[in-house]
């Protein structure tokens, strides 16, 4: 199974938005892209296996497996990509502004579901992430 990110960079974070055979699952919020640095940019686009992990400080949550040059790159609970992620992926609700949201954890749950369904279908369950500039789409036309 494979979820996709679609999503577009902007100086203050990255945003998109998190689809299933078509379908929206939820809005997700990241820090800037600055390289793939770590701790301080987002990931970048690729094929990644997700996998269920479960601490005490987030509950359950997907890790972001096989990330070039990065570990421990995780999609947990946030609403504001800057104050609180250090290179992980925020589902959200609903989007308030560039890189922040609401009721993460809501979303979070909803994500969950589709990795409870590709274990019931003995399926691996993969994110694929593709950046798309919109700066360049004409508003009006």
Request: with cysteine; hydrophobic share 40%.
């Amino acid at each position: 199974m494979e979820l996709i990110l679609l999503r577009s960079h902007f100086k203050e974070g990255t945003q998109g938005a998190l689809y299933f055979n078509g379908n929206f699952v939820c809005f997700m919020i990241e820090l800037p892209w600055k390289d793939n640095i770590r701790n301080i940019s987002c990931i970048p686009d690729g094929l990644y296996p997700l996998q269920l992990r479960t601490t005490h400080r987030f509950g359950p949550h997907l890790q972001v497996c096989n990330v070039p040059d990065r570990d421990a790159i995780l999609i947990h609970p946030a609403n504001d990509a800057l104050e609180e992620l250090k290179g992980c992926l925020a589902p959200v609700t609903q989007m308030t502004g560039i890189a922040r949201g609401v009721f993460s954890r809501i979303a979070l749950d909803r994500l969950l579901l589709y990795y409870e369904r590709s274990r019931k279908f003995k399926d691996s369950l993969f994110l694929r992430i593709v950046s798309k500039d919109f700066s360049t789409i004409p508003l009006y036309s």
